[in-house]
C-alpha cells in the first residue's frame, strides 16, 4: 500500500464522506485521508433531524455519527467549517489542489466527491420571513426545535418524507398542524398510492388537515414574521410557523467545474466512477444505474445508498474488488408509524396488499413481470426482513401467497 502519497481528499463530511473515509482505512489504506466539510460539525445522522432530535427526545451529543477519539484514532483529519470552494487538477487528471472558502490549500492524490444535497427552496414571496424554516442539518434542526414550543398553527409545504415527520412531530406537541401538498397524493415521487392513501387518513385520524393538489403562491407576514400561507385559490392559512419540505438539490458545482457529467447529479457507473475514472462520488449527489432500471439513471437519497455507495467509491479508489451490490432500503417514522421500505417500487405493474391498512399493520408488495421488487412494511418489521432478504438472494414471493397473514412470509421466499 502506498505510504508516500499525499494522500486522498474526501469532499463533504455526510455519512458518504465518512463512509468513504472507514472503507479506506478498513481496506488498509495507509496514506493520509482527509475529509473536508462545510459545516461545523463533525459526520452526524441526519433521519432523527426530523424525528428524535425534533421531538426532543435525543441530544445533539448523540447525533454524531462517531465520537470525536475515532478520527484520531483512525488518522483520518477531519476539517470542518471548511468548505472547499475551487479545485484544479494535475495534468494526470487525478492528483491537484482544492481550496478551501478561506484559503487553505489541500494536496490530494485521490479525489472522493460526496457533496450531498441541499433542500429545495420555496420559490414565492416571503420565503425568508422569520417562522419559515427548512430542515437538512443541525441549526435548521436546533432553530424549528427552538420555535416548536411558542408555535399553535403550523404549516408543511410538501407532503414528502420529511414534511410528514415533521408534520407528526408538531401534532403530538398538540399544535394545529396543516399540509399543503401540489400533488394529488402525499409521497407522489417515492411512494405506490396504496400507502399515500394510508398516510393520509393516518394524519388526518391524527388531527392534521391534509390538503392535496395545493399550491403556495406566497407566504404572508408582518413585522418580518409570517402570519400566513396563500393557496393559489385564494385560500390563506393561518400560520406562525411554516415548514418547508419540498425535496433536495444535489449540489452538483464542484463537479461542474471539474467538467464531469452531471444530470440532476453527478453522473457515476456502478464502480462510483464519475466521467473522470480517477475520481469518485457517492451519497445523494450522485445519479447512478440501477439493475432494476436499465438505461437510466437514479438519485437515490437514503442513508443506506450513500453508506453503500461510499464503500463501492473506497474500492474503486483503491482498484480493489467491488463490494455487492446491496438492496436499498429505507425506514420512515411518523408518529407511533414506522415504514420499511426493501427494494424500488417505481415501475411496478401490481401489487399485493398483506393485512389490513385500517389496523395500521400492513405491507405492500410490489412486482413487476410477476416478479417481487420491493415492499412497504408499515409497523410490520418481520415482512420487511423478510422482503430484503428475498430480494439479496434474487428470490421472489409468489403473489398469489403473499396476501395471507396466517402464513409468515420468510416461509413463502422461492429461489427462481
Ligand atoms: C431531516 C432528514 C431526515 C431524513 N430521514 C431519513 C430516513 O429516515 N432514512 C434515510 O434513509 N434517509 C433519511 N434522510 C436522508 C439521508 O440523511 C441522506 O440521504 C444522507 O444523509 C446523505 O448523505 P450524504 O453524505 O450523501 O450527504 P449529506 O449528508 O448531505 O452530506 C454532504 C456534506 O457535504 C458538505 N459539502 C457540500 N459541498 C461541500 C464543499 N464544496 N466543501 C465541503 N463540504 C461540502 C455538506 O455541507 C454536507 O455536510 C433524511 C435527511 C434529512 C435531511
Known amino acids: 500500500m502506498d505510504t508516500a502519497e499525499t494522500g486522498t481528499l474526501i469532499i463533504g463530511a455526510g455519512e458518504a464522506g465518512l463512509g468513504i473515509a472507514v472503507a479506506l482505512r478498513n481496506a488498509g489504506y495507509t496514506a493520509p485521508v482527509t475529509i473536508s466539510g462545510s459545516e461545523a460539525d463533525a459526520p452526524y445522522q441526519r433521519p432523527p ?119 407528526a412531530v408538531a401534532r403530538t406537541r398538540g399544535l394545529e398542524v396543516t399540509v399543503v401538498e401540489t400533488f394529488e397524493r ?34 404572508q407576514g408582518s413585522a418580518g414574521s ?14 406562525d410557523l411554516v415548514i418547508i419540505g ?19 447529479g453527478i453522473i457515476v457507473d456502478d464502480a462510483a466512477r464519475t466521467s473522470n475514472p480517477a475520481i469518485v462520488a457517492a451519497g445523494d449527489c450522485t445519479m447512478q444505474p440501477h439493475p432494476l432500471y436499465p438505461g437510466e439513471l437514479i438519485c437515490l437519497e437514503s442513508v443506506q445508498n450513500a453508506a453503500d455507495q461510499a464503500k463501492v467509491a473506497a474500492a474503486s479508489l483503491l482498484d480493489g474488488p467491488r463490494p455487492e451490490r446491496a438492496v436499498p432500503w429505507f425506514w420512515s417514522n411518523q408518529a407511533d408509524i414506522r415504514l420499511q421500505i426493501a427494494g424500488l417500487s417505481a415501475g411496478f405493474d401490481d401489487y399485493v396488499i398483506r393485512g389490513e391498512p385500517g389496523s395500521e399493520q400492513f405491507t405492500v408488495l410490489y412486482y413487476r413481470g ?27 414471493i409468489d403473489p398469489a401467497d403473499a396476501a395471507n397473514v396466517g402464513v409468515q412470509l420468510k416461509t413463502l421466499i422461492r429461489e427462481t
Request: with cysteine; proline share 5%.
Open 49 to 167: 433531524l426530523s424525528k428524535e432530535f425534533l421531538a426532543g427526545e435525543m441530544d445533539e451529543e448523540n447525533l454524531l455519527l462517531r465520537a470525536n477519539n475515532f478520527y484520531q484514532d483512525k488518522e483520518i483529519r477531519l476539517l470542518t467549517n471548511a468548505h472547499i470552494e475551487d479545485i484544479v487538477l494535475d495534468d494526470n487528471a487525478a492528483g491537484g489542489t482544492a481550496t478551501t472558502s478561506s484559503g487553505t490549500e489541500i494536496r490530494f492524490d485521490r479525489l472522493a466527491l460526496a457533496t450531498g444535497a441541499s433542500p429545495r427552496r420555496l420559490p414565492v414571496p416571503g420565503a425568508d420571513l422569520d417562522g419559515v424554516c427548512y430542515l437538512r442539518d443541525i441549526p435548521d434542526a436546533r432553530r424549528l426545535r427552538g420555535l416548536l414550543p411558542e408555535a399553535r398553527r403550523v404549516v408543511v409545504v410538501g407532503g414528502g418524507y420529511i414534511g410528514l415527520e415533521a408534520a
Open 370 to 396: 410477476g416478479r417481487l421488487i420491493a415492499a412497504d412494511a408499515v409497523n410490520s418489521p418481520h415482512d420487511f426482513m423478510a422482503v430484503k432478504r428475498a430480494l439479496g438472494k434474487g428470490a421472489t
Open 226 to 239: 409570517v402570519t400566513g400561507v396563500e393557496l393559489s385559490d385564494g385560500t390563506v392559512l393561518p400560520a
Open 246 to 264: 419540498i425535496g433536495v438539490e444535489p449540489r452538483i458545482e464542484l463537479a461542474q467545474k471539474l467538467g464531469l457529467d452531471c444530470g440532476r
Open 186 to 219: 402525499l409521497l407522489q415521487r417515492v411512494a405506490a398510492p396504496p400507502i399515500s392513501e394510508f398516510f393520509r387518513a393516518a394524519h388526518e385520524k391524527r388531527g392534521a388537515r391534509v390538503l392535496l393538489g395545493a399550491s403556495v403562491t406566497a407566504l
